[in-house]
């Protein structure tokens, strides 16, 4: 069935340094693709979102980058911080009897001072 | 003040037992929905209501129950608890073309 999941679920890097979180998804006809950031004790918020019209979207210190050709998601975090440590999820948002959005398994970002 | 705050926020109970976890929001958003978070398994829909006469049922609502009292109020029922529904369940609401969804603090359950 269709499926939005994550190639790794841990990932450790450097404070200071860039960070690279994937996701592949295989539902063709989803129209956005979400990502979120789980902090411990806490709900998942909000961090950016993209359209399937579009290949790159570029918020604060972070970047989504689209490639329909793969299916294929990312979450670029530049300059990481302490403060970026949590659980990220990407969603996408797909249409199958009503407009709901469809959530990988998540990756856990721990940062090494 | 948060704009969507679930009550409880931890609640143990035992084996038969029926309990409520209720959802308010302040967001005005029409569509709101209940999951279910568990390790290892990210999260599940359990209910999805787009306003307050639609209710739709998500890919796990066996065991659960939802009432949609207002736009502003969507509670999850467990009308006999059982120890496999021990997990977090986090409620939600959600607007745009995008389907961006905010959500509560959660609820942690543990059934024992």
């Not at chain 1, 019209?53 to 329909?68: A, C, E, F, P, S």
């Not at chain 2, 829909?45 to 939802?66: A, H, M, P, R, T």
């Not at chain 2, 409620?91 to 609820?107: D, L």
Request: glycine share 8%.
């Amino acid at each position: 069935g269709e499926n939005v999941g994550l190639h790794l679920p841990t990932l450790s890097v450097q404070e200071g340094d860039n960070s690279i979180i994937n996701c592949a998804y295989s539902n063709s006809a989803s129209d956005y693709f979400i990502w979120y950031k789980q902090e411990s004790g806490k709900g998942p918020q909000f961090i950016i979102d993209i359209r399937s019209n579009m290949d790159k979207r570029q918020g604060q210190r972070v970047t989504v980058l689209l490639n329909k050709t793969v299916k294929h998601l990312s979450l670029q975090i530049a300059a990481t911080q302490p403060g970026d440590s949590a659980v990220y999820f990407c969603a996408e948002n797909t249409y199958q009897g009503a407009q709901k959005l469809v959530f990988g398994q998540g990756t856990r970002l721990t940062i090494n001072p | 003040d948060a704009d969507v705050t679930q009550t409880p926020r931890n609640r143990i109970t035992k084996t038969g037992k029926r309990i409520m976890l209720e959802c308010s929001q302040t967001k005005g958003h029409d569509r709101m929905y209940w999951y279910r978070q568990d390790p290892g398994l990210g999260l599940r829909l359990i209910y999805y209501s787009f306003d307050v006469k639609d209710i739709n049922k998500g890919e796990i609502s066996d065991g659960y129950s939802v009432s949609r009292q207002a736009q502003a109020k969507f509670s999850l029922s467990l009308e006999s608890a059982i120890p496999n529904q021990t997990a977090l369940y986090f409620c939600a609401t959600g607007e745009g073309p995008s389907e961006t969804q905010y959500f509560g603090p959660g609820t942690r359950l543990l059934v024992l």
